[in-house]
């Protein structure tokens, strides 16, 4: 099983956010970077806009175990910046991970599964 390790500086984001690609739907922007390493790097970004600091700390929790829980799908050494959309704050755990899993399709990061198989895992 491999780690991910965490985004955590400015300058860390702003080079994912300039050299980086993304892709959005209605929850979630994901912007994707190669990092040159053996794994992944993770940062994620919950706004003020998306509500008070109670509601923006349940949206990051639920964003990070969708990725720990299918942290073996994604490809390795990149840099991943996951960013919050207002509607995220209003839905359930599955909504949030179906759009993460939704936008590893879109940049082809990800190894595809079955339907049983994952429907399985929870």
């Not at 690609?21 to 994707?32: E, G, Q």
């Not at 960013?83 to 359930?92: C, K, L, M, S």
């Not at 993460?100 to 990061?109: A, S």
Request: proline share 1%; with cysteine.
């Amino acid at each position: 099983m491999r780690f991910s390790e965490s985004l955590k500086k400015n300058h860390q984001f702003q080079t994912v956010y300039k050299k980086g690609v993304s892709r959005a739907n209605k929850y979630l922007i994901m912007y994707i970077m190669e990092n040159g390493t053996e794994g992944n790097r993770i940062g994620i970004s919950v706004s003020k806009k998306v509500g008070n600091s109670v509601v923006r700390h349940r949206v990051t929790r639920l964003i990070r175990e969708a990725y720990r829980l299918h942290e073996n799908r994604f490809n390795s050494g990149l840099d991943l910046v996951i960013i919050a959309r207002p509607g995220a704050a209003t839905v359930g755990y599955k909504e949030v991970e179906s759009a993460l899993l939704h936008l590893c399709r879109i940049h082809h990061i990800c190894e595809e599964m079955s339907e049983e198989y994952s429907s399985a895992d929870q």
